[in-house]
């Protein structure tokens, strides 16, 4: 509510995540003794809670749009229950019932096709990640141009009401096989260097989407009072301004 509450002060638009699966790893942040209940009861759990959270805030006129869970179609990452097509149209249907907001489905840029998402929801949110690490392959970076998201773009509307394509998370911070507060900061700025942050600023814009979210706002700060690192920070918070 404080967080909402000083947005909606500074005029700060949100885009609110609500349901099982939430950004940041492992992204399904279950209690335990929710290992106890059968599917079925987890599942209507989850209904009576995204309900709850729609009547909490849905005063809250900053907030812009409802994002149900976080890439919900990629089965490859985070540690969540098998995604259950059927129970996750549910849960837009219970959303759509509770508020005329727009919904937002996120994709992976590199791992999906966003058909799934786009058949359900006219309004798509893609990540964008360029350097990143798996236990197959270690430090991995993707060599797409950025036409991939545009042509991806046009040849999905060719078979969906798709609408929109915004870029919801563009990467900003290292990523690695352990946590950041694991990784020396050396390391870290080797994997997320200055010269790469503002590469992936000019790459991202050379995809054209309207909108563009930046991921890793949390580390920008870190460095700075941390570190005293300012560079980050520095570079964002002008096109941030640049961009108002």
Not at 75 to 104: H, M, N, T, W
Not at 145 to 172: D, G, H, N, R, T
Not at 176 to 200: C, G, H, T
Request: proline share 6%.
């Amino acid at each position: 509510d404080w967080l909402l509450a000083m947005a909606e002060q500074r005029q700060v638009e949100v885009i609110l995540v609500i349901g099982r699966r939430q950004p940041r790893w492992p992204e399904c942040h279950d209690p335990v003794w929710l290992d106890q209940s059968t599917t079925s009861e987890q599942q209507q759990a989850e209904l009576v809670m995204i309900k709850s959270a729609i009547k909490h805030f849905q005063d809250f006129d900053n907030i812009i749009a409802w994002q149900v869970d976080n890439e919900p179609f990629l089965k490859v990452f985070g540690i969540c229950p098998e995604f259950d097509k059927d129970f996750y149209q549910e849960k837009i249907a219970l959303v759509q019932s509770l508020d005329e907001r727009p919904i937002i489905i996120t994709e992976s840029g590199e791992l999906s096709i966003w058909a799934g998402a786009a058949k359900i929801s006219p309004i798509i949110g893609t990540s964008v990640y360029r350097s990143t690490w798996n236990p197959v392959y270690g430090k991995f970076f993707y060599p797409l141009p950025p036409a991939f998201y545009v042509i991806k773009e046009k040849l999905v509307k060719m078979i969906s009401p798709l609408e929109e394509v915004f870029v919801s998370e563009l990467q900003l911070e290292p990523w690695s096989d352990r946590s950041i507060v694991n990784i020396p900061i050396a390391e870290q700025l080797q994997l997320m260097s200055i010269e790469k942050f503002k590469d992936n600023l000019v790459y991202t814009r050379k995809i054209g989407f309207d909108s563009i979210y930046l991921w890793g706002v949390e580390w920008w700060y870190y460095l700075k009072v941390s570190h005293g690192i300012t560079d980050y920070w520095d570079t964002a918070k002008e096109l941030i301004k640049e961009n108002s």
